[in-house]
């Protein structure tokens, strides 16, 4: 059974930063391409930044040069440091592994950016 986790949000002020995390199991992780989306109230659920097998990444232009997506294969684990945190960055953050057509999400975990 396929089980991914994402971890590390929270309430924090704007201009802080967050190191989100995304944990599987039950899949050959590294062979995934594994991206972040978030989901603000009210809004459409947006990609925010992807790293592929080989390590390449890809980001929203809303978070370009604040967000940095990394992999840690041994450890199964997908992260993404925030930084710089605007109340626009608010909303659910979800992680998504993707290998072909099979896709494969967590939850979601919570980042409120608030004073």
């Known amino acids: 059974q396929v089980h991914v986790v994402e971890s590390g949000g929270g309430l924090v002020q704007p201009g802080g930063s967050l190191r989100l995390s995304c944990a599987a199991s039950?899949?050959?992780?590294?062979?995934?391409?594994v991206n972040w989306y978030r989901q603000a109230p009210g809004k459409q659920r947006e990609l925010v930044a992807g790293i592929s097998s080989a390590g390449s990444t890809n980001y929203a232009d809303s978070v370009k040069g604040r967000f940095t997506i990394s992999r840690d294969n041994a450890k199964n684990t997908v992260y993404l440091q925030m930084n710089t945190l605007r109340p626009a960055d608010t909303a659910v953050y979800y992680c998504?592994?993707?290998?072909?057509?099979?896709?494969?999400w967590g939850q979601g975990t919570q980042v409120t950016v608030s004073s």
């Open positions: 039950g899949i050959i992780f590294s062979i995934h391409t």
């Open positions: 998504n592994a993707v290998l072909w057509d099979i896709s494969h």
